[in-house]
């Protein structure tokens, strides 16, 4: 017959913490726990009494870390847990993250844990040449992600009814970046505010301004956040209701002009600042095919899609 399992003296059958069911484990095997072991740095305690659904995690792949390395097809069931520390001692490093106590760092192993896991099944029904992996954003819950950075008022806000663009003739390239063509301003970064759609718009407004104009500017994200009072600012908007908001400003700043805070402050823009204006807006179908065709014809455009399997997306 096996050992028969029993709580020993001063062990609660189900341990609330990962450091008291260490100190449990350590008094079975005739351990006791030093004043130096119990003050031990989160992560050490984590490696040291891995309790929770990852010790029977199954890290399969193909799906990468944070530092880029492609993981194993199958990890052993012994090796899975360090390997997680691993995984996660990495990406603290590599995102540069810190926690404020150890319930903290261990919340957020344990979302890292679950995290890895959804990446691994987009990865499986990823249908494309789409990577998924370990992201600045793996330490997050689907709720933190998607109300930090999805557009919650994407089917709650009215937008504008605008006319539909017509779709070009004849055939389209296969591939083509207006990044190769000078119309696209560096990557940005709209940080803890929900501010997506006046990052698409301004990347939009600055594509066509320069295929129109000839100058290529990196417009002021920050006026639509402040100044915009048909959206929401950090708590999203629509593309429609910014292209009108821009249209009766009068035009946008520079973003040396109104710089991005990402926060909504009072409005601060200046008439006498606009560095471009647009006339009018308009819709294009939905087909890809056709999006495509006006793209590359026409220049960049401003689009929403479903982004819940971009908090795991590396290329």
Not at 26 to 35: A, Q
Request: charged share 25%; with cysteine; glycine share 10%.
């Amino acid at each position: 017959g096996g050992e028969r399992s029993q709580t020993l003296p001063g062990c609660r059958p189900a341990p609330e913490s990962v450091q008291e069911g260490r100190e449990c484990r350590l008094r079975r095997f005739g351990v006791s726990p030093s004043r130096k072991t119990r003050t031990r740095e989160p992560l050490a305690e984590i490696q040291a009494a891995m309790l929770g659904p990852w010790e029977t995690f199954p890290l399969t792949g193909p799906f990468v870390g944070a530092a880029g390395e492609p993981l194993k097809q199958m990890e052993s069931l012994q090796n899975a847990s360090a390997r997680l520390v691993s995984l996660f001692k990495d990406f603290l490093t590599t995102y540069e993250k810190s926690y404020l106590d150890e319930r903290e760092t261990q919340k957020r192993f344990r979302i890292f844990a679950e995290n890895l896991e959804k990446a691994r099944l987009y990865q499986e029904l990823d249908q494309g040449t789409a990577e998924y992996g370990v992201t600045k954003f793996s330490d997050l819950t689907e709720e933190e992600f998607r109300a930090t950075y999805l557009n919650p008022l994407l089917v709650k806000l009215p937008g504008r009814p605008m006319k539909v663009a017509s779709v070009p003739n004849g055939s389209f390239p296969e591939e083509w970046d207006w990044r190769d063509h000078g119309a696209v301003t560096g990557v940005k970064n709209q940080g803890e505010c929900g501010s997506c759609w006046a990052f698409s718009v301004t990347g939009n407004i600055e594509g066509q301004w320069y295929l129109h104009k000839g100058t290529l500017l990196s417009l002021s994200e920050q006026e639509l956040v402040d100044c915009d009072l048909i959206d929401k600012a950090c708590g999203g908007g629509l593309p429609s209701n910014a292209y009108e908001a821009i249209e009766k400003l009068g035009g946008l700043e520079t973003e040396g002009d109104y710089s991005y805070q990402g926060f909504e402050q009072n409005c601060g823009f200046s008439k006498e600042k606009v560095a471009v204006y647009i006339n009018s807006s308009m819709t294009i179908s939905p087909d890809e095919n056709e999006i495509a065709a006006w793209l590359a014809k026409n220049g960049p455009i401003s689009i929403a899609l479903n982004a819940f399997a971009m908090q795991f997306y590396r290329k």
